[in-house]
C-alpha cells in the first residue's frame, strides 16, 4: 500500500510540474491566439540551466530558479524575433526554436543528458533543512 501510495505522490509532483509547461501552451493558445511550441523547449532549458547553476555552485538555488526563469524569456524573445523581424509564421517560429534548443540544452549541459544533484544544496533540501522533516516527507 505504501509503495502505491508513493507512486502517486510521485505521479502528483510531475503532473503540477507538466500542469506549469500545459499553462504556457494554453496561454499562448488560447489568449494570444498563436500556436507557440516554445514552451516545450523553454521549459526544459530552464530546467538544464538551474541544474548546471546548482551543481557547479555558481549561484544558490533561489538565483539559480530566477536565472533559468530568464533563460526561458529569452528563449521566448527569440521566438517573437523570428516572427515580428523575419515575418516567419508564429507556428513555424515556435517549431524552429524549439528545435534549436534541443542542441542548445545539450550545450549547456556540457554534452551531457544528465546532471547528478543528489548531494547538492536545492530549495527542496533547504525546506527539509528548516523543517526538520526527512526528504522523503517534504516531495
Not at 524573445?77 to 515556435?94: Q, S, Y
Not at 534548443?101 to 528548516?130: A, C, Q, Y
Request: aromatic share 6%.
Amino acid at each position: 500500500m505504501s509503495a502505491l501510495l508513493g507512486a502517486m505522490q510521485g505521479a502528483a509532483a510531475q503532473g503540477v510540474l507538466w500542469g506549469i509547461m500545459v499553462l504556457g501552451v494554453y496561454i499562448t493558445y488560447k489568449l494570444l491566439d498563436i500556436a507557440d511550441l516554445t514552451v516545450d523547449g523553454s521549459f526544459a532549458l530552464g530546467g538544464c540551466v538551474c541544474a548546471i547553476l546548482v551543481a557547479n555552485k555558481i549561484v544558490d538555488p533561489v538565483t539559480a530558479l530566477f536565472l533559468s526563469a530568464m533563460a526561458g524569456v529569452l528563449a521566448g524573445a527569440v521566438t517573437g524575433i523570428l516572427h515580428t523581424l523575419f515575418e516567419i509564421p508564429a507556428i513555424l517560429a515556435g517549431i524552429l526554436t524549439q528545435i534549436a534548443l534541443w542542441s542548445v540544452n545539450l550545450r549547456v549541459m556540457g554534452g551531457k543528458s544528465n546532471v547528478p544533484l543528489l548531494k547538492e544544496k536545492t530549495l527542496i533540501s533547504g525546506f527539509v533543512d528548516m523543517t526538520g522533516m526527512k526528504q522523503s516527507q517534504a516531495r
